[in-house]
Every structure is written in structure tokens, then in C-alpha cells.
């Protein structure tokens, strides 16, 4: 089995930052794509960001020259640095990781969520 276990959410004026973290722990063999989604009261999930197993990375138009994604494979962790916040910014966020397990299954996993709140 997989956990993915995510923290750094909260509530924060704006303009301001905050980091989130993903760490993935469990029945890994290798680690592929990592990303972040986020979802709106009444609105669908959306892509914010993606990194590949090689570092390229990608960004919602929404999200770029404010957000940063980053991974640390050494940890299986994955991060969303996030500054110049907007109130438009406020969401649940969720990681979403693809994980080749021990037993050679590949699927897609996401954590369980933390809310950004950007509100003065």
C-alpha cells in the first residue's frame, strides 16, 4: 500500500506565500510524474502544476511566474512553492502522484488534501 501525507496548508493575506508538501511513503518501487491539483467550491479540479521524473515542469497559466514545483526523489517527496497569492488562489490541494509499487503495479495516487485560504 501507498500513503501520501500532505501539510503546509492554511490561511494566509494576499500577496503572501506558502510551501506545500507531498511525501509519499509505502510500497514503492519508483516514483514517475508528480503534480499538484486544487479545487474550488462549485468548481471542477484543476492542473496547477506538474514535474516529471526528470524535472521538466509545467504550469497552469493561472499559476505561472508565482508558483514553483520541485521534487526531492531522495524523500519522494514533492513541493508547491506558492507566492503572490490571490484571493482566487483559495482551494483544496491535492497531490497527485504516479508510483510503480513493489508488486509492478502502476497507478496514479492522490493525498488526502490541505486548504489555502487567501483572504484579508
Known amino acids: 500500500q501507498v500513503q501520501l501525507v500532505e501539510s503546509g496548508g492554511g490561511l494566509v493575506q494576499p500577496g503572501g506565500s506558502l510551501r506545500l508538501s507531498c511525501a509519499a511513503s509505502?510500497?514503492?518501487?519508483?516514483?514517475?510524474?508528480m503534480g499538484w491539483y486544487r479545487q474550488a467550491p462549485g468548481k471542477q479540479r484543476e492542473l496547477v502544476a506538474v514535474?516529471?521524473?526528470?524535472?521538466?515542469?509545467n504550469y497552469a497559466d493561472s499559476v505561472k511566474g508565482r508558483f514553483t514545483i520541485s521534487r526531492d526523489n531522495a524523500n519522494n517527496t514533492v513541493y508547491l512553492q506558492m507566492n503572490s497569492l490571490k484571493p482566487e488562489d483559495t482551494a483544496g490541494y491535492y497531490c497527485?502522484?504516479?508510483?510503480?509499487?513493489?508488486?509492478?503495479?502502476?497507478?496514479?495516487?492522490w493525498g488526502q488534501g490541505t486548504q489555502v485560504t487567501v483572504s484579508s
Open positions: 497527485n502522484v504516479l508510483i510503480l509499487s513493489e508488486g509492478y503495479n502502476l497507478r496514479y495516487w
Open positions: 509505502g510500497s514503492i518501487r519508483s516514483i514517475s510524474t
Open positions: 514535474i516529471s521524473s526528470g524535472g521538466t515542469t
